[in-house]
């Protein structure tokens, strides 16, 4: 089993910054993938940004040039960097991991992020 806790959300002004982290626990050795997600009211749950555990790196063309995602502390943790923030980008950003060992997927709690115009 693998936990995760997002931290770093908030309210921020169009064209501000915000820095999301996700700090998994438990069997953190089984993790591959690590990613971060976003869903708007009524909106579906959308994939942001992704980096596996080699390093290769996925990101949602409405956020490619404006946010960074980044494995640190041996990789055990991920970052999501998020600048030119736009009213858009507002929603819940949950951290997502999948495992090396088997389909289990992990999601953390969600952290709330809202850009205002």
């Known amino acids: 089993q693998v936990q995760l806790v997002e931290s770093g959300g908030g309210l921020v002004q169009a064209g501000g910054s915000l820095r999301l982290l996700c700090t998994p626990s438990?069997?953190?050795?089984?993790?591959?993938?690590m990613g971060w997600y976003r869903q708007a009211p009524g909106k579906q749950r959308e994939l942001v940004a992704a980096?596996?555990?080699?390093?290769?790196?996925n990101y949602a063309d409405s956020v490619k040039g404006r946010f960074t995602i980044s494995r640190g502390d041996g990789r055990n943790r991920v970052y999501l960097q998020m600048n030119s923030l736009k009213p858009e980008d507002t929603a819940v950003y949950y951290c997502?991991?999948?495992?090396?060992?088997?389909?289990?997927?992990?999601w953390g709690q969600g952290t709330q992020v809202t850009v205002s115009s």
């Open positions: 997502n991991a999948d495992s090396i060992l088997s389909d289990s997927v992990y």
């Open positions: 438990g069997s953190i050795f089984s993790i591959n993938t």
């Open positions: 980096i596996t555990r080699g390093g290769s790196i």
